[in-house]
């Protein structure tokens, strides 16, 4: 979805909206909808969206009209409690002419106003034009699966599900937001509320916006994470509370008029949405997986051993390095800005193949951060566990020189990784210390002083700006780290990730580990159900061990990762170092060219594993390459 309200009055012909810009916005996302386009304008206000039609396909085109002809509404997303909803509002008198989930939307915004978000239970991103009042309301899901970019110039106010909408605008100024810089080069992603531009911003997860006729928008938060312990139950009870939930959530989100997927990895989460799939389904599951030349980093036999016993519909297909790089230009493109987590490309490529067969496909995202299923939540747990002065004295591994060997220095570079957080005074701290994808004292080796002089207070500042009390969120530091991970993290990479690589492609990726009744179990759990010992996501491997072939679930994590080491030392390295030396990038000013030149050298060489970086890099400079002509540049 796309709009424009250029705030100017409806009586000043300048700044009338019109039918043909709000088409070019959401032509410009013809990707993410490519069945049925509606457009509105009325006077200074425009706004419309791309439909990829899946519920209600024949009666659910949009924008959608109150039956007073006050409110007009458009959405991206889809809400799986729609059906209760629906008879809760008919009981109250509402007539409903659709059989879908726009109009229960609509109806019920009608009747609850603000309220009515957090009663859907969905993802979505929501834009409410009331005519009389001349009001725009924006919307976000709780957990923010759906995105949503706002701009407020003086050529207007635009929103749009993703920036292509906004840059393509007449009158609008954009520049790079050097503290997106600082977050992307730390981080890998942007933060949420920032963009690559400084003029634009996301809508918050679990945030509603007012935009009036005049002043600055108002923005309130509708729901934010927080634990609410449950009553005392069991551990057998939990894990039948969890199975119960998710048969549920998997059979509401798999409620669809065309065919539905799955992403199968053969890890714990993409396994338990295709086993509950199976339990609830009258027919095979179509799974789809991507498996990689090496075997450290293949996951495919596990997959395809699932399948074979949930009787799936499989199709399996293999990365090369050579098509991962060919097809790196063109991931990067569908993020509008840089986005350095490398399980794009595989996540993009499974996209694509699944979209040949079906137009929705369920993943297993969201399942770490809210049962614990990181290495990173173990690390902390034992962290957590030890005395100040055995932490403080951990950090000695920063002194340990390089070593010959290449997996020596893989492996030393892990354990300073995570003793260099252990010291850091409480969870969110740490969050934000093994999150990173570059450490402080690199960066001030690799950018300039004054790239590096704005990057002021470092992890005390982030804790501050994002968790000012993390005593508030628990006194658990576990607890404090997986809220980080929930609030900040998934919004900002995961489901970016898996938003942008599968609506490049039409295909519709549902999130049940992110339904609204998961979430609430999740957040009301004790933690050691969640990571119990050195076991996490405990409460899932328990309640599908009974589906699953014996044992499969007793494998280490691995994730949809790439062997990104190996492939910089080699050919891929050489492609990303051209990248840094003919994209223009090299010249900005903000590095220490020299001392770029000799991380591309050591990688080679095997003195450190730089891959993370060098990923980020090669991607920083594509997004350079083909940034967009109404960048303001200096």
């Known amino acids: 979805m796309a709009g424009l309200y250029a705030r100017g009055g409806a009586a000043v012909s300048p700044r009338l909206v019109t039918a043909p810009l709000i088409t070019a916005q959401c032509d410009a996302i013809l990707h993410r909808g490519p069945d049925d386009q509606g457009v509105m304008t009325d006077g200074d206000f425009g706004f419309g969206m791309r439909r990829l039609s899946i519920i209600d396909i024949e009666g659910g085109h949009q924008p959608f009209h109150s039956p007073d002809g006050r409110y007009a509404l458009v959405f991206n997303g889809e809400i799986y409690n729609f059906r209760e909803l ?33 009663r859907l239970d969905g993802m979505f991103a929501v834009a409410v034009w009331d005519i009389r009042e001349r009001r725009l309301t924006l919307a976000r899901d709780p957990v923010g699966i759906k995105p949503l970019y706002y701009t407020d110039q003086a050529a207007g106010f635009a929103f749009g599900s993703e920036l292509k909408t906004l840059t393509l605008l007449p009158g609008m100024a954009f520049a790079v937001d050097r503290r997106a810089l600082h977050d992307y080069f730390s981080f890998g992603h942007i933060r949420t509320p920032r963009s690559i531009y400084a003029q634009v911003r996301t809508l918050p997860p679990g945030h509603v916006m007012t935009i009036e006729a005049s002043g600055p928008p108002t923005m309130r938060a509708y729901w934010t994470p927080a634990y609410h312990p449950s009553e005392t139950r069991s551990e057998a009870a939990w894990i039948e509370r969890f199975r119960d939930e998710w048969l549920d959530t998997i059979g509401k989100q798999m409620v669809a008029d065309v065919d539905v997927g799955a992403f199968l990895s053969g890890g714990v989460d993409s396994s338990a949405v295709v086993a509950a799939m199976a339990q609830v389904s009258d027919r095979p599951v179509r799974t789809f997986t991507i498996g990689f030349p090496d075997p450290r980093f293949d996951e495919s036999p596990h997959a395809e051993a699932i399948a074979r016993h949930l009787g799936c519909h499989h199709v399996t297909r293999t990365l090369e390095l050579a098509d991962a790089q060919a097809m790196l230009p063109e991931v990067q493109h569908c993020y509008d800005e840089p986005f350095a987590d490398p399980s794009a490309v595989p996540t993009w490529y499974v996209s694509q193949i699944a979209a040949q067969e079906v137009k929705v496909a369920l993943s297993g995202d969201g399942g770490d951060e809210l049962f614990f299923g990181y290495k990173r939540h173990a690390t902390e747990r034992r ?65 300039s002083a004054e790239f590096i002089a704005e990057e002021e207070g470092g992890i005390a500042a982030l804790v501050a700006e994002y968790f000012p009390d993390p005593d508030a969120i628990s006194t658990d530091t576990l607890e404090q780290f997986g809220l980080a991970d929930l609030a900040l993290n998934l919004p900002g990479a995961m489901l970016t990730k898996v938003d942008r690589a599968s609506m490049a492609h039409s295909l519709e990726v549902r999130v049940p580990m992110l339904g609204q009744g998961m979430v609430d179990l999740a957040l009301s759990m004790p933690a050691d159900m969640k990571l119990h010992g050195k076991v996490g996501k405990y409460v899932i491997r ?26 910089f030392a080699g050919d891929f390295g050489a492609y990303a170092e051209q990248l840094w030396r003919d994209s223009g990038v090299r010249e900005q000013g903000m590095w220490r060219t020299g001392a770029v030149d000799k991380v591309f050298a050591d990688h080679r060489a095997g003195k450190r594993d730089y891959s993370r970086f060098l990923y980020a890099l090669a991607i920083y400079c594509l997004w350079w390459i083909g940034r967009p002509k109404t960048l303001v540049e200096g």
Do not use: C
């Open 383 to 447: 962290i957590s566990s030890l005395p100040a002065p055995l932490r403080r004295l951990a950090r000695a591994l920063d002194a340990v020189p390089t070593l010959p060997s290449r997996h020596a220095n893989a492996v030393l570079q892990r354990w300073r990784k995570t003793t260099g957080s252990a010291a850091l005074p409480n969870g969110v701290a740490r969050f934000f210390a093994k999150t990173q994808i570059t450490n402080e004292a690199f960066r001030r080796e690799i950018f």
């Open 86 to 118: 629906r008879r809760e509002l008919q009981a109250l008198g509402r007539i409903f002419e659709s059989a879908g989930d726009t109009e229960v939307i609509l109806a019920g915004y009608e009747r609850w106003g603000d309220d009515v978000w957090a």
């Open 542 to 567: 328990q309640a599908i061990a009974p589906w699953l072939p014996e044992g499969i679930l007793d494998r280490r994590k691995q994730g949809f990762q790439m062997p990104l080491a190996a492939w």
